[in-house]
């Protein structure tokens, strides 16, 4: 049974920082890989996913990196900004199964 | 496309009393799934459809809890009767081939 591990569960950085968000799961037999962001009271929004043949997806100031040998994946966020601040879910597709999700990690970037 | 539409927004009831939460998928997606998330079990799969046909219901926590699909276009989870350990954010979210999903605003439901 897949499940999905982040670490840390919270994290608070000063704007301007860069910072790593940390993704491992069980299996690495994976179709993908998505981050998710969710915002106080509302819903996820997809913010990168990441094929099982590909190591990494850029968009603005953030990266995701996808190692599946060794279980894990990376989000790196660039000069964070306040509005940076959010719940960073990560989830893995895989086998039959749809979406396993991890239980996030909350970031404050304070100004 | 106005994203997947959930409704009620909020809902707080008494217990015993029926619940049912809607959803509307992303037009021409052929995937939907219901979730429920908790602070203490996170983000948890209830069910999911293909082509409003229930693939896989394992995630449904009792016999309480039932959903259907009656056309591609809606969606219902009714739980009933509800207990307060029912409360939680309940999301309902929508895929055109099951490998990215497009999820709803969310209905936060509080069961007294």
């Known amino acids: 049974k897949q499940e999905v591990t982040q670490i840390p569960a919270a994290l608070s950085v000063p704007e301007g920082e860069n910072l790593v968000l940390n993704c491992s799961f069980t299996d690495s037999a994976i179709y993908n890989l998505q981050w998710f962001r969710q915002d106080p009271g509302k819903g996820l929004t997809s913010l990168l996913l990441?094929?099982?043949?590909?190591r990494e997806q850029t968009s603005g100031r953030l990266n995701a990196s996808l190692d599946k040998s060794s279980g894990r994946s990376t989000l790196y966020i660039a000069a964070s900004q306040p509005g940076d601040s959010a719940t960073y879910l990560c989830?893995?597709?895989?086998?039959?199964?749809?979406?396993?999700f991890g239980k996030g990690t909350r970031l404050s970037v304070i100004a | 496309d106005a994203g997947v539409i959930q409704s009620p927004r909020h809902e707080v009831t008494e217990m015993g009393q029926e619940v049912t939460l809607r959803c509307k998928p992303i037009?021409?997606?052929?995937?939907l799934f219901w979730y429920r998330q908790t602070m203490m079990r996170g983000l948890e799969l209830l069910i999911y459809f293909n082509n409003n046909v229930p693939i896989d219901d394992s995630g449904m926590p009792e016999d309480r809890f039932s959903a259907k699909m009656p056309n591609a276009s809606f969606s219902t989870l009714k739980i009933q009767p509800s207990e307060p350990r029912d409360s939680a954010v309940y999301f309902c979210?929508?895929?055109?081939?099951?490998?990215?999903?497009?999820f709803g605003p969310g209905t936060r439901l509080t069961v007294t």
């Open positions: 989830a893995v597709l895989s086998g039959n199964t749809p979406l396993v």
């Open positions: 037009s021409g997606h052929d995937y």
């Open positions: 990441i094929q099982s043949s590909q």
């Open positions: 979210a929508s895929s055109p081939q099951g490998y990215e999903q497009y």
